[in-house]
């Protein structure tokens, strides 16, 4: 199958600064999404992006299906941001998805 | 719109009892999936449906179930309960909005088994 991985796996930010999580992916893919997880478990869709760049607000996407990776950007962390950041794909041919591991995210006042 | 509804949202079973996860969608989307998650780890997906009458698997279905009598509700059953099964359980639609295949979580439920 295919394989996603992510990175880093944990990061700690001061409320305030910028980051980047990246997510790599071993195959072809026509469905590429990042979610966020809070703290309370809920799972939310930031962006669909299997190709190309998207903003919304402070965040921003990116994936390069060509070179296999996608980077989400995060401007102006604040701590209402903290949680699990994960990217996952639905591999092309194929009506799987398959989660990444996960960016443990938090960001202090 | 409810949009992605799981009940319960916390279980307790003892070992070998059986139950049904229940998720219903009123977004007409025609997939749907069902996935764990373990502590720390990310999500794997179950069983997952293309339409009503459609199922298959996917990474980890074993001692798990599920059937799609309708395009609404994706119930999954736990047939024989082991502790290995003790996770948060998410269900999943996704269906085109403005052209894309958004997936929805509901918002899981926590299974324990002793």
């Known amino acids: 199958g295919i394989q996603v991985e992510q990175s880093p796996p944990d990061l700690i930010l001061q409320e305030g600064a910028n980051s980047t999580l990246r997510c790599n992916f071993s195959?072809?893919?026509?469905?590429l999404q990042w979610f966020h997880q809070n703290p309370w478990g809920q799972l939310i869709n930031l962006f669909y992006i299997p190709s190309g760049t998207k903003q919304n607000g402070r965040l921003s996407a990116t994936t390069v299906a060509t070179e296999r990776y996608s980077l989400l950007y995060i401007s102006s962390s604040q701590t209402t941001d903290s949680g699990v950041y994960f990217c996952?794909?639905?591999?092309?041919?194929?009506?799987?998805?398959?989660f990444g591991t996960g960016t443990k995210l938090q960001v202090i006042p | 719109n409810a949009g992605v509804t799981q009940t319960p949202k916390f279980q307790v079973l003892k070992t070998g009892q059986s139950m049904t996860l229940q998720c219903a969608q009123d977004?007409?989307?025609?997939?749907m999936s069902w996935y764990r998650q373990d502590p720390g780890m990310g999500l794997r997906l179950i069983h997952y449906?293309?339409?009503?009458?459609?199922?298959d698997q996917g990474e980890v279905p074993n001692g798990y179930n599920v059937s799609r009598s309708t395009t609404e509700d994706f119930p999954l059953r736990l047939l024989s309960a082991a502790p290995s099964q003790t996770s948060v359980y998410f269900c999943a639609s996704s269906g085109p909005t403005s052209g894309f295949n958004i997936q929805y979580f509901g918002a899981g439920t926590r299974l324990s088994v002793l």
């Open positions: 195959d072809s893919v026509n469905n």
């Open positions: 996952a794909v639905e591999r092309r041919g194929y009506q799987k998805v398959t």
């Open positions: 977004m007409n989307h025609e997939y």
């Open positions: 449906s293309v339409g009503a009458g459609i199922t």
